[in-house]
């Protein structure tokens, strides 16, 4: 009887799997193996699922897609980033899962930033850094995205920056849009800046924090009259307002997000350290004149048009965005508010974002017979 006891403690004690002290420590042991193990968890298995990572001709350049989902017959959604040159390829594998078992998601690197930037030449990039041009390429994605899955419509959901390229394109081609959907949404460009900047401000003081107040009272007049923001300037103030959770709700920066770029599968060593070049390239080249953007003069969309809004977003002033959101009309209008979230809604609340879309989103092409039987 003892020996079947100590026969029995022996094999559940084994399936208990306790290590010794001595045994390897469990990976992953490096960024290789790291990507490997997520890859292979966000694998696209469903019998009718895309899995695509490709250079797709764009305004005469190679520029870089991925392209997921479940079944190919859902609909379309293109996210446009942020930025300008914030990509969100990169971090998609922690946000984007969900999306993918209800949307054929695509996320693009704009000419100038992340693998599309490591692409190309920058010297032959850089004359075309204007938003027009940024404007005609998501024209030109949009069209390639239709006539590749065979779709009358898409869905468009910008951020930030991709925001304003998002509604010129519900202003330019309603036709080719199921709606459009703004985070982040960028409306009257200097106003938000002058908002963030005092709200800033406000924090510093209420902090005692006497090295951020002296930093930004020496901005002050900032952001005035319209005029070009200087980057400098801009990059003290965004210090001081990510610091105060300005970007990210309750977090001093996005730092947990830049380093959830290191464990993109989409991205190689040399596509990481291209990113954050692309990154400063897209900046020095188009930041400046996107802060002198008014998009309040848009009264009227001829798409449904949803916004999700970050009720801490002083990035890009959420308040501002629901005040024009007040006065524009389009078809059907909602807005819709995070209430724990900051500048990066589909970070700080994948969960309420993903059951937003299904819920309020996906209808609209459900009722146009754009989705898999």
Not at 62 to 77: A, K, M
Not at 318 to 333: D, H, I, N, Q
Not at 353 to 362: I, Y
Request: zero cysteines.
């Amino acid at each position: 009887m003892k020996t079947l006891i100590s026969a029995f403690l022996s094999i559940a004690l084994a399936g208990l799997s306790i290590p010794s002290p001595a045994s390897e420590a469990p990976g992953p042991h490096d960024r290789a193996e790291a990507v490997r193990i997520i890859a292979d968890l966000r694998k696209v298995v469903a019998d009718n699922g895309v899995e695509r990572l490709e250079a797709v001709r764009i305004g005469g350049l190679d520029q870089w897609v991925s392209i997921r989902g479940s079944d190919r017959r859902n609909p379309v959604l293109l996210m446009l980033h942020g930025g300008p040159g914030w990509v969100a390829m990169p971090t998609s594998w922690y946000f984007q899962r969900g999306w993918e078992e209800y949307f054929t998601v695509v996320q693009w690197d704009q000419r100038g930033a992340g693998k599309t930037y490591v692409a190309n030449d920058p010297a032959v990039v850089a004359p075309t850094m204007t938003r027009e041009r940024m404007v005609a390429d998501a024209e030109e994605m949009v069209a390639w995205l239709r006539a590749e899955f065979g779709k009358e419509k898409i869905f468009v959901l910008g951020h930030s920056w991709g925001s304003y390229l998002g509604l010129e394109l519900a202003q330019r081609r309603p036709e080719w849009l199921h709606a459009y959907i703004g985070i982040g949404q960028v409306t009257n460009a200097p106003e938000s800046e002058r908002r963030g900047w005092a709200w800033t401000l406000q924090q510093a003081q209420r902090d005692g924090n006497a090295q951020a107040v002296a930093e930004l009272e020496a901005l002050a007049p900032y952001a005035q009259d319209d005029d070009p923001v200087p980057l400098d300037s801009l990059f003290k103030q965004r210090k001081w307002l990510n610091h105060y959770g300005g970007m990210v709700h309750n977090r001093k920066g996005g730092d947990a997000e830049a380093a959830a770029v290191k464990l993109s599968p989409e991205y190689s060593d040399l596509d990481v350290t291209g990113m954050w070049e692309g990154n400063d390239f897209s900046m020095q080249h188009l930041l400046t004149d996107v802060l002198t953007l008014d998009m309040t003069t848009v009264r009227e969309v001829d798409v449904p048009l949803f916004l999700f809004l970050g009720r801490h977003d002083h990035n890009v002033s959420s308040a501002l965005a629901a005040e024009w959101f007040e006065t524009v009309k389009a078809p059907r209008k909602q807005l819709v508010w995070f209430e724990q979230s900051a500048h990066e809604v589909m970070i700080e609340e994948p969960g309420k974002t993903l059951v937003t879309m299904v819920q309020e989103v996906r209808p609209i092409a459900e009722r146009a017979g754009d989705l898999a039987p």
